[in-house]
């Protein structure tokens, strides 16, 4: 699964590199190093507010949480869905066929379970280019006001990511970018050595802090031993 991650890239970047219009002046998005569920933050995508799929590559803010068209608030909106299954699930079927989306970020957080405690660890490419995470999404209109939101596609972990998680988002290689889009085709699981992690302070749990700091390597107690 996942449930933060960190988009400190300038979105202006973000739009150049994948040939994609920006994001309108009317909403902006600062950098940040701790996004949390609930957040709005920045989806390509190739599909109009209305439906339309003769668009342009384009950025639009939406939030992380699904609430499907037909569907009450809840707090309990999924962040996630799984790729195995989300063309059967009346919750994620219907955004699966026609509202798909990219996250692009630096790199995401997962949490190893240990005896002790959680251990937070980001997670980026090993090539050091940019996640593209793929995403569904949906409008939900009540007296005249539209909210999108979104859940990120999650799949079993791959060999770089599963000693801490048995889940990882979908990654979507550059050149697949435009086959996920228009037509849904989602990537396999990436190769061994497409992604590095290192364990991070456990400030990343706080919501509200957010700065560079909360990506850098901590010591571990191998490293300590061994004078790394």
């Known amino acids: 699964m996942c449930g933060r991650f960190a988009l400190a890239t300038p979105i202006e970047d973000v739009a150049a590199l994948f040939d994609s219009e920006p994001l309108s002046d009317a909403t902006p998005f600062a950098p940040s190093w701790n996004v949390a569920p609930s957040s709005s933050v920045p989806v390509m995508t190739q599909c109009g507010v209305e439906g339309d799929t003769h668009v342009s590559r384009h950025l639009r803010m939406m939030r ?4 499907p068209s037909w569907a009450k608030p809840s707090h309990r909106e999924p962040i996630n869905a799984r790729l195995e299954s989300v063309h059967e699930k ?3 079927r219907s955004a699966y066929e026609r509202r798909r989306g990219v996250v692009v970020a630096d790199g995401w957080y997962e949490w190893m379970t240990t005896p002790r405690a959680k251990v937070p660890y980001f997670h980026q ?4 280019n940019l996640c593209l995470f793929a995403v569904i999404w949906e409008s939900w209109v009540k007296e005249g006001n539209t909210m999108e939101s979104f859940a990120m596609l999650t799949q079993p972990a791959n060999e770089d990511c599963k000693t801490v998680h048995d889940r990882m988002p979908v990654l979507l290689p550059t050149e697949a970018l435009d086959a996920w889009l228009r037509a849904g085709e989602a990537p396999s699981t990436p190769p061994p050595s497409t992604v590095e992690q290192h364990p991070v302070a456990s400030e990343v749990n706080r919501v509200s802090a957010n700065h560079a700091g909360l990506i ?7 490293d300590q031993e061994y004078g790394k």
Do not use: Q
């Open 125 to 128: 490419r090993a090539d050091g």
């Open 90 to 92: 009346p919750m994620f």
């Open 216 to 222: 850098r390597p901590i010591p571990t107690l191998f």
């Open 64 to 67: 992380w949480g699904l609430r």
